[in-house]
């Protein structure tokens, strides 16, 4: 059980110190680590403090370029966009594809929502309330926005699903599925249980294994992800960095 590939690494452009490396330091950890490929996908725009700037992006693109002549790994350029209203809406304009490779997405706190409604039922209601026992209003709301953006963008990857943000897992998971978004099971933190991980398996729910590293020392550190998938037997032809290398072109044509 090899892990070739990980697709969720930060760097210094997610700004305030948020991300610690360079773009060469993430590839050169990864090289050393075996990974044959990684994608850098710092903040979202829209985060008011850690995002990336959309006039940085080029400079990213760059280091990207730098970095894969230095070190030989393959880099994909991505953001880890932040959901942003009820209705679906995330933070990345048609424009921003002209560099994307790979789009994460993923709900965060401290960030510009669309309205002061989207403020208050999103930001404020998941901050204020429980994370562990949300009222049915608050679950099928949060449910909702994430079906919704699912339909709406060709969004590769859910990160860090229920972070701060309880929905229906498994409704989920089968609209992702539907559009060949992947759920990740990230080295730090995975906030469903056992038994909605391996109904997800049994339906066909395809994942990917992610450090959501912020210092390079961290890439390519999923232990927490590759343990559950052990324990829990899920197969890996099901998890699609492991012993081989994912596409992401296909949504894009």
Known sequence: MILLGDYHTHTKYSRHRHGKGTVLENASVALNKGLKQIAITDHGFNHLIYGVRRKDMHNVKEDILNAREVTGVDILLGVESNLISCDGKVDVIEQDFE???????????????????????????????????????????????????????????????????????????????????????????????????????????????????????????CNNALNLIFRLGIPLSQVVNIDKLPKFTSKRG
Do not use: C, W
Request: charge should be positive.
């Open 99 to 221: 560099y994307l490779d790979i789009l994460l997405m993923g709900f965060h706190r401290l960030v510009k929502m669309k309205s002061i409604k989207d403020k208050f039922d999103l930001s404020y209601a998941n901050m204020l309330g429980s994370p562990y026992k949300p009222s049915a209003e608050r679950l099928n709301r949060n449910t909702t926005a994430f079906l919704k953006a699912l339909d709406k963008y060709p969004i590769d990857v859910i990160t860090h699903l229920n972070y701060g943000f309880p929905t229906d897992t498994l409704a989920v998971a089968r609209m992702a599925k539907d559009k060949g978004t992947l759920v990740e099971l990230n080295g730090k933190r995975i906030n469903f249980t056992d038994q909605e991980l391996e109904i997800m398996a049994s339906e066909g729910v395809k994942f990917i294994v992610n450090s959501d590293a912020h210092s390079p020392q961290r890439v390519g550190e």
